[in-house]
């Protein structure tokens, strides 16, 4: 079956045997396994992947200290955003999972993802997109992993408001265009990626920019969140996990809109807007809590917002054709053409992402959405800030 051998694979290659991290980039194997799982890639299709993706990766022994034994809750607080003792945080999770929540992991996401979600941003999402791939596949082992990450580099959205979303007006292509001209947001972060606070914090330049932002400029975040129309079932005071599916849902295909609409096409930062956010669709079933859920959904937009300010707010004015219903047959040309060869792991992921939501789509609305997003994924290559890779990948 299917599934045996995908369990195999995923607890084979985990960060017991890799580190989460490879010099200033991100062990991305889970994701990859499990999206090419769902684009229906074989077993030989997936392992060539692991195969040649693993050579980049080093080892846990060079990272994993003696001291790798379970701290307790209070020793967390501590390590919150520290960039330190991964292994004992992930000890702390996986142990948590058994003898805390005796082995329910959506009583282990119920307990403990609140308590992290305002630093979810964590090195471009990735401790988010972890825990999202993992518990898509089953894999509890890669939610604590993701659970650990996120603890181990954390960084905080700060707010001084408590008010609910809602009351809005603008489309969110419209509040990124105020943002594109905000010079006091984008100054909070030049002068803060310089800073001697930022620069000892964060060793990767990703984090360096949307920290400050996070820290310094939450209020300014927080205030172009709030000026975002949402869908109009959002009604706080009747809404239920439903409601919460389908906000969720709303916000994967703001993150495809952003995407596939700048003119820088493909951007590698603006695609972890959408893994992070439909990682964040898998995982807020578990949560149950509305008003959680709802802060998760609030962060997780300014954090987008802080996203797009960090690629240095590429213009969002790119025509999309929005009268397409792609067919089967079209699908299957683009999973095919997918798989064909090696591709970076990103665009699995998107294409992935853009697939499932096709599949789970009660209407067909916004098909064009997702199939035209894929098609940007396979055209053009990865693009970045500074025309090359940089930190945080």
Known sequence: MAEQWLRRILKEFTTAKFYPEYGFRINHV???????????????????????????????EKYATKETQIVNREDTKALLGSRCSYYQLLSFYEDALQNTYHGDVDALIRGEFPCLADGMIATALHGLIQ????????FDRGVCEGLAYIHFA??????SSSLPLGGGSMDILSVLGEVRGDQNLKQIMEDGMISEKWVEKAPILFSRRVGPLLSDGGDILDRYVRKIQLPKFFDPPSLDSVHIEQLAKWVVDCT????IRAERRNDFFLLHGVTG???????????????????????FLCDLVAVYMSVDCPALNLEVPQNETPSADEWKQIIDETLEGDRDVHIYKLIQVCYDMYNEAETKENAWLYVHSARVALKYDLAFRTRKPVDGE
């Open 277 to 299: 956010a439909w990682s964040l669709l898998k995982l807020l079933p578990a949560i149950e809590d509305v008003n959680q859920s709802l802060r998760a959904i609030h962060v």
């Open 30 to 60: 889970t994701h990859g396994i499990v999206a090419l799982h769902h684009l229906g890639a074989t077993e030989e299709h997936v392992q060539g992947f692991v195969d040649a993706y693993i050579q980049r990766l080093e080892p846990m």
């Open 154 to 159: 954390y960084l905080p959205l700060t707010v």
């Open 131 to 138: 825990m999202g791939y993992g518990y898509s596949a089953g």
């Open 256 to 259: 495809l809109q952003v995407y």
